[in-house]
């Protein structure tokens, strides 16, 4: 059986992570707050944190600045080498684009 979709603000699919469901419960559930936000020296993930507590939205998608400078972080990831991140960030815009 597939996993159900878990969608984020992002447009990042918390449902393709490993890391959800053990080191993590979701950018919803922790409120801006990932695992993995630890590992990089902030409190809260920027993209989450302008879309919910700043702006409102309940997904980026909604945002007029859709694909922001917020998003580059994505090339930053020492896991992606820079075509997976360039295609990471064209599936979480589709993602976005493609909600109501």
Not at 61 to 79: A, Q, V
């Amino acid at each position: 059986m597939a996993k159900k979709k878990i969608e984020t603000v992002c447009g990042y699919s918390c449902s393709d992570c490993d890391h959800h469901g053990k080191e993590c419960t979701g950018c919803e559930k922790t409120r801006g707050k990932p695992f993995w936000t630890a590992f990089i020296g902030i409190e809260n993930c920027a993209i989450y944190d302008c879309c919910k507590n700043e702006r409102k939205f309940p997904h980026c998608g909604k945002c007029p600045d859709l694909m922001c400078g917020r998003f580059d972080r994505i090339r930053d990831d020492p896991h992606l080498n820079e075509a997976e991140a360039a295609a990471c960030l064209v599936a979480m815009e589709q993602e976005l684009r493609s909600r109501k």
